[in-house]
Nanobody
Framework: QVQLVESGGGLVQAGGSLRLSCAAS????????MGWYRQAPGKQRALVAS???????VYFGSVKGRFTISRDNAKNTVYLQMNSLKPEDTAVYYC??????????WGQGTQVTVSS
């Protein structure tokens, strides 16, 4: 079973920055397109950014221009640099393959809270 461990979340004021990390077991990161997802209270989990094995990136919604996804295949780790954070970015952030594979496991996520 693949394990995903997200870290780096916390409480930050609006306008601040955080860098999230996602460490995966095995070769999941190096062999798949990976994505960062987030789930705000009362909302469905949503994809915010993805990166292919070749390094091509796509951003979704309001994070464009503020978030940067990157990967280190040697470390099997995916990162999300979040700048100019807004209260609406408050959510639990997860990483996984993109697209998500039905039946695949999720990590515990990392909580990001942005205060106004």
């Amino acid at each position: 079973q693949v394990q995903l461990v997200e870290s780096g979340g916390g409480l930050v004021q609006a306008g601040g920055s955080l860098r999230l990390s996602c460490a995966a077991s095995g070769s999941l990161v190096s062999t798949n397109t990976m994505g960062w997802y987030r789930q705000a209270p009362g909302k469905q989990r949503a994809l915010v950014a993805s990166i292919t094995s070749g390094g091509s990136t796509v951003y979704f919604g309001s994070v464009k221009g503020r978030f940067t996804i990157s990967r280190d295949n040697a470390k099997n780790t995916v990162y999300l640099q979040m700048n100019s954070l807004k209260p609406e970015d408050t959510a639990v952030y997860y990483c996984n393959t993109q697209p998500y594979r039905t039946g695949g496991s999720w990590g515990q996520g990392t909580q990001v809270t942005v205060s106004s």
